[in-house]
């Protein structure tokens, strides 16, 4: 193994991604930094680590940083892999799915997939299908899905050699470019790779990083600070652009582009905590990455949260509503706490009833527990702890 | 700290001070002026949860909350839950400080670790005797909910 980075073409070789967390868990930042810090010393690869991809704005420095690669990309976050694929599409940062064996629940999510069957004969229909995404690979990896370093790099070699990577290269000249912007309003870094950035978040302000050190041994690290966001993110290989989400909500989230495709034009109009619009959805294409129900964030069928849930404990209403009378409740909910009025729910309409059947059918597979057995013993030890 | 009530979580006590009022759904709660009541977590709800790593409110201030309304959601190293009202009423102040970094709750819970202001009708309250009391029936269920998922999770590891 080559302790230093050899560089190469920006297009021909790998960009590591991490994503940093919100959560402050002191175990979460150091398997950030371990991890971006291990991408660095790979041959061909360049680190960099961003804020929390899900609250980055189109014009923000990590997001365009991230438009100018047009290699192929490993993206870290502590979202669901799908979620992470999606997020960064709706950034004009696209690819196909880089096939990831590291996966952050050990049930394999191909076999037991039921909504896949039908996929086949509806696959003209996806919208990703008909906008053909560019043919660099975009692999899509769930932190959750490993606790050390050494596991993810394992799972970065593997991506590099069937990248054809994995073998050091000599251009120099493409990644130094990358590195090194001539642009006047190019930031400096420190030595540990820090970009001093304003972190503002308009487009001008914004510009690629310089590289300060030996090239690509430090992780280049973005330093902004985004303020927390709320909005839908449309998985496009499920999506048919049928219109039932734009139709439901009443807040202006959604738009179409110019070739009539749905997409999420206003983002920040969404209203926070709220996920009804990704209940109706009938192919179950929307994603919250950030809500805590597994299937509506994206998890993969059989994925359950490893933490205990508390919320009954805290108050949480009981409840028995199917997705659609969730949905309409949110939605009105979400109204009042505008200042506008409720709208009436008509269980009988077909458009709610067919959406809430599909995301019934995922939610009662995903709901099953899937837990890690150190998570487990952990959780057993606090339990004794509490002398139960 | 004024005097408070201890509650023996196993053999964990906690404390509750006697200069406030406690909601039902573990929060503390202090009258402040104009029907405007501070709340925060309890000690047993802190001691449920542990360390708290993130937490994320779904409101904006001056927002209409319902009783038990979910508000926003609070992660810890154990465990995660929705963050549910206490009371009905407007929401005028929320602990902006707690988002980035959540651990104040930690560190002073009955005081710099406060969650939200909410003006209204708080006569609902208990005092820390009766919320003592209840106590005693809601730790049987926490009990056995924590118990009930734990073992839900072993069964379904084999």
């Known amino acids: 193994m080559v302790s230093a980075n050899n560089g190469s073409s920006v297009s021909n070789s790998l960009l590591v991604v991490v994503s940093q967390g919100q959560s402050r868990s002191p175990e979460k930042r150091s398997l950030e930094d371990a991890i971006a810090t291990i991408a660095a010393s790979l041959p061909n690869t360049t680190s960099l680590v961003v804020p929390h991809l899900y609250d980055l704005d189109a014009d923000s420095q990590s997001v365009i940083k991230l438009r100018e690669w047009t290699g192929p990309i490993v993206i870290l976050s502590w979202l669901f892999d799908r979620a992470g694929f999606w997020v960064l599409d709706r950034h004009e940062i696209r690819g196909q799915h880089g096939e990831v064996q590291l996966l952050n629940t050990d049930i394999a999510n191909e076999d037991d997939d039921e909504e896949d069957e039908g996929e086949d004969e509806k696959a003209a229909d996806r919208v990703a299908n008909i906008m053909v995404r560019p043919s660099r690979r975009i692999y899509s990896i769930d932190m959750r899905a490993g606790n050390s370093a050494d596991v993810f790099a394992a799972e970065f070699r593997r991506i590099l050699e069937c990248e054809q990577l994995d073998a050091p290269k000599k251009d120099l000249l493409s990644l130094d470019r990358f590195l090194n912007p001539t642009n006047s309003t190019a930031l400096s870094m420190d030595g540990s790779g820090r970009l001093d950035g304003s972190g503002r978040l308009d487009g001008n302000s914004a510009s690629p990083a310089s590289h300060g050190s030996p090239l690509g041994i430090v992780p280049l690290r973005m330093d902004e600070h985004p303020q927390r966001r709320w909005y839908p993110v449309i998985d496009y290989s499920r999506c048919t652009n049928c219109m039932e989400c734009i139709d439901f909500c009443l807040f202006g989230v959604y738009g179409v582009d110019r070739g009539e495709t749905i997409l999420v034009e206003q983002p920040d109009n969404c209203r926070k905590g709220c996920p009804a619009c990704s209940r109706v959805c009938p192919e179950n294409a929307i994603m919250f990455p950030q809500h805590k129900t597994p299937a509506i964030a994206g998890a993969p069928v059989d994925a359950g949260g490893f933490k205990i849930d508390l919320s009954k404990l805290f108050g949480a209403p009981e409840r028995d509503e199917d997705p659609a009378e969730a949905a309409a409740r949110e939605r009105n909910e979400q109204l009042i706490l505008a200042g506008r009025a409720a709208v009436d729910f008509n269980p009988a309409s077909t458009e709610l009833v067919a959406g809430g059947t599909a995301v019934a059918t995922v939610e009662s597979v995903s709901t099953k527990p899937d837990r890690k057995p150190d998570e487990l013993d952990s959780l057993l030890d606090q339990l004794d702890s509490l002398d139960l | ?158």
């Open chain 2, 1 to 158: 700290m004024s005097e408070s009530l201890t509650f023996m979580m196993g053999d964990f006590a906690a404390e509750f001070p006697m200069d406030r009022l406690y909601a039902k759904n573990h929060m503390w709660a202090i009258r402040m002026e104009n029907e405007v009541v501070r709340f925060g977590f309890s000690a047993y709800a802190v001691r449920l949860l542990q360390d708290i790593y993130f937490l994320e409110f779904d409101i904006e201030e001056s927002a209409l909350l319902k009783d038990r309304q979910e508000f926003g959601n609070i992660e810890s190293k154990k465990a995660e839950s929705g963050l549910y009202a206490p009371m009905k009423g407007k929401v005028v102040k929320i602990n902006e400080q707690l988002l980035n970094d959540p651990s104040g709750i930690n560190v002073d819970k009955y005081g710099e670790g406060w969650l939200m202001e909410i003006q209204g009708d708080s006569s609902e309250m208990l005092s820390p005797a009766q919320y003592l009391e209840h106590l005693a029936k809601a730790w049987d269920v926490a009990q056995r909910t924590i118990k009930g998922q734990a073992n839900t999770i072993e069964s379904n590891e084999e």
